[in-house]
């Protein structure tokens, strides 16, 4: 069964770049046709589709966030990281990494238990 475990700073100053790591176990992030994803929950409201990377490395963002979003990968370490340029507090929400059979956040089927990250000065 594929865990998923996310990882990077709680705690962003404005105008920074948040940087977050899903580490995935149990399965490989080349695996076809997996997409992984990045999904965040600001607080008191509905979770956030952010973007994903799919299993041959192309790349899909939400059109509110690709301006500012990069996800990349590592296969070597079966991870794939996320980062988000030119933060605020707005963008304080918890953030989870995932993984689904689409760039959506309509077919996740797994999750990481997410981890909180606070933009703050």
């Known amino acids: 069964q594929v865990q998923l475990q996310e990882s990077g700073p709680g705690l962003v100053k404005p105008s920074q770049t948040l940087s977050l790591t899903c580490t995935v176990s149990?399965?490989?992030?080349?695996?076809?046709?997996?997409?992984w994803s990045w999904v965040r929950q600001p607080p008191g409201k509905g979770r956030e589709w952010m973007g994903a990377?799919?299993?041959?490395?192309?790349?899909y963002y939400s059109e509110s966030l690709k301006s500012r979003a990069s996800i990349s990968r590592d296969t070597s370490k079966n991870q794939f990281s996320l980062q988000l340029h030119s933060v605020t507090p707005e963008d304080t929400a918890m953030y989870y990494c995932?993984?689904?059979?689409?760039?959506?956040?309509?077919?996740?089927?797994?999750w990481g238990q997410g981890t909180q990250v606070t933009v703050s000065s």
């Open positions: 995932a993984r689904g059979e689409a760039p959506s956040s309509y077919y996740i089927g797994s």
């Open positions: 990377i799919a299993f041959d490395g192309d790349t």
């Open positions: 149990g399965g490989s992030i080349t695996t076809p046709h997996f997409y």
